[in-house]
């Protein structure tokens, strides 16, 4: 059984190997220049050619041609893991993708999960269908598992700055610029569909960040001491992605294993310099 993932699932090189995944990258446009997030791009650099950009940066998903190439690939069942649908067209394509791949091998069996999430919720779901996939689990088993995960999975993340949003018409300019006055951070959140709401707000980065683990101590509450994983995706910010580390040890009990990852460039996009993205 095989892992194909978009490339807003946030992997590093040692993520890579462990769930043995394949990336379909998107690629990324900042003025005329295209970036191909293969695991390959500068992120400090681009951070820069973003912040320097007055025209918002844009994302092309893969081709249905190129979802069916890498399923073909695949040697025998594949599990595609795509961002959410409501965010990208990467979901439609991986699907007309998986049509184009059954009609040149119709005994292959595909399922493609739409994450209803990003960056750290993908990489999640990638190291669950390795945990399943090594111990054994039917396609069907596997398949039941993670679309259940699916429907409870918590995704939060607070950014540094709204530039980027507010370019992408992601947040008002209004709002941006009442943010940055009163240096308000928004703690945002999934909806539970696949879509971005705002969860919270508070002065500065480290209130924001401090309310983020509040909200997932409240998630986990009367689970199981160490029961749980949480993937924690940072935007060049290391430091900053350490300490939450720290808050989220000491706040959140039922939380085990954390495991943090850099941010891919299509994650970078909206995470931004700074940004801090959990899942669990």
């Known amino acids: 059984m095989n892992i194909l993932v978009d490339s807003c699932c946030d992997l590093s090189p040692e993520l890579l190997q462990k769930t ?3 990336v379909a990258p998107l690629t990324i ?12 791009v500068d992120i400090p650099a681009y951070l820069k050619a973003m912040a320097s950009s007055a025209a918002p940066a844009r994302s092309a998903c893969p081709s249905p041609n190129l979802y069916a190439q890498d399923m073909r690939r695949c040697d025998g069942d594949c599990f595609v893991v795509t961002l959410s649908s409501k965010l990208s067209g990467s979901h ?6 998986r049509e184009l791949a059954l009609e040149a091998e119709p005994g292959k069996r595909i399922h ?9 919720g993908e990489t999640y ?4 269908l390795r945990d399943l996939i090594d111990a054994g689990r039917s396609f069907e088993e596997i398949v039941s598992a993670i679309e259940e995960k699916i429907r409870s999975l918590h995704t939060l993340f607070v950014l540094d700055s709204l530039d980027n949003l507010v370019k992408n018409g992601r947040v008002s300019k209004a709002v941006a610029l009442i943010a940055g006055v009163l240096s308000i951070r928004l703690v945002m959140s999934d909806d539970g569909h696949g879509a971005i709401k705002q969860l919270g707000k508070a002065r500065g980065i480290k209130a924001a960040l401090s309310q983020m683990v509040d909200t997932c101590r409240k998630h986990t509450e009367g689970l199981a001491a160490g029961s749980q994983r949480l993937v924690l995706s940072y935007c ?5 992605a350490q300490q939450v580390q720290q808050m989220i040890r000491e706040k959140c009990p039922a939380i085990g294993e954390i495991v943090m990852t850099p941010t ?3 994650s970078s996009m909206y995470a931004y310099d700074g940004g801090i993205v959990i899942a669990y």
């Open 236 to 240: 060049n910010c290391l430091e900053r």
């Open 125 to 128: 779901l990638a190291l669950m």
């Open 20 to 22: 043995g995944a394949s």
């Open 264 to 266: 891919s460039a299509l």
């Open 92 to 97: 439609n394509a991986a699907s007309l993708g």
């Open 112 to 120: 493609i999960f739409d994450s209803e999430s990003a960056s750290a």
């Open 29 to 40: 446009t900042i003025n005329g220049t295209h970036y191909v997030d293969d695991g390959t």
